[in-house]
């Protein structure tokens, strides 16, 4: 295997993306089929103004962002997501969000991954999985 | 069955949710189990600034949303998401969605429905499905 | 479009497989992007020998394949799964089922098809969708 | 938490559905929220009898009945699936699979389970989700 990105630099190719930086997104580890990200609370996530929690499809964003980057060791970049599925375990109330992804099995053509997201309390918050187009190989 | 909400009504339920105002949601249409809304572009959605596509969270996102209110002429109301998928059909360049949600099977617990995105050209470009709890019935 | 295969053409394929021996299948009807198969009870696919209801894995198995021979038409033939999912709708009893796939997107790499299951009397036993690796085109 | 069912009170559960005994399930671990299962190779799970693999919808049903029997140290017995989605890993050639399920979030009305399938080499076929109905608890 070739060394692994730098936490740095998955951070540089993460916040070239506008919703990416709206997402407010740090980086925090970078392993062999894994990334660690948080996403910062900001009020437009919220969907009901009353009870405060953020809308599942915040938490489906970050599913699918997570375990697509959790490629990047390999990929060195995002892929297209030929599907993503999600699990809603517990209500996210306001507070940042850590974002845990893994690849299940890496492919030539496409790789499967999970993203597992937790709390400030470390609370899992939902969970989910996604199908990620490989690039194809560069011609030597 | 009783009245279909109004246009107007599911509006002002939807608008209540600062996610759903970031979305810039415009319902068009309400049915029997049926909902037709309109989110509007904004640059924050976009993932790769070369490309200028949209990111797939939001796809999902409005798949989420879209197809839990496809319920409200039964519930009345936004409800909790049990857990929901999403297949990628096509990139989302610039330009508003067209978001069409449609209950398959209702229920007394949950329900699933599916949803269907289309950009301005009428182009499908991801569709998918949900499992939402259904609100306890109100007791006499 | 090339002419679409026979119903008879598309039995013999598919009665090639010993599983799909066992399942009982059975092709009603061919059409572009669609297949119409029924599956034979019988006593093995009961999972609760009381309440006598056919098990998930077999409509999930039911799902698979004919959202896979939805693609026949362009296939010519089954095609591997990438991955797939079913949502249950209600108990299946004894009883043929009668499953109805389709594709929803056609791709050169892979498609998305959907599958319904039916009882004798009609009703709505489960539906899901699958995405599926489409064969390399020949050389010329 | 109560003690764990032992693996022959569950195996004897099992082995009460016709399906379980088609699919000849042994139980070998019993854990908490955790179970690994056995299936048994027969001829009639090939789909292509060239190449010789076993269908996915043999997998699908392995998947759906470990992650749900994961369940088995709370709810004592299979629980009724809300919705299931797999991924396929690799070809399952002739051979017995070992089956590893795992609760991933257990609820009140449903929880979350996750399962991977193994051939006798211990590489990973496939995995997959399952969502199941929780039993009503019952009263004193």
Known sequence: MESLPSV??????????????WLGLQ????????IDIKATWRPEWVVNPDAGYTHGGILAALIDLCADWALVSTTGRGV????????????????????KGKVVKGGKQFSVCEAS???EQGQLLASGRGVY????????
């Open 8 to 21: 740095d630099s998955v951070q540089a190719l993460l916040t070239r993306g506008p919703f990416h930086q």
């Open 27 to 34: 980086v925090l580890r970078v392993g062999d089929g894994e």
């Open 117 to 119: 997201l937790f709390n």
């Open 133 to 140: 187009a490989m690039p194809a190989p560069k011609s030597a």
């Open 80 to 99: 297209p997501t030929i599907d993503m599925r999600v699990d809603y375990h517990r209500a996210a109330m306001k507070g940042d969000i850590v974002c």
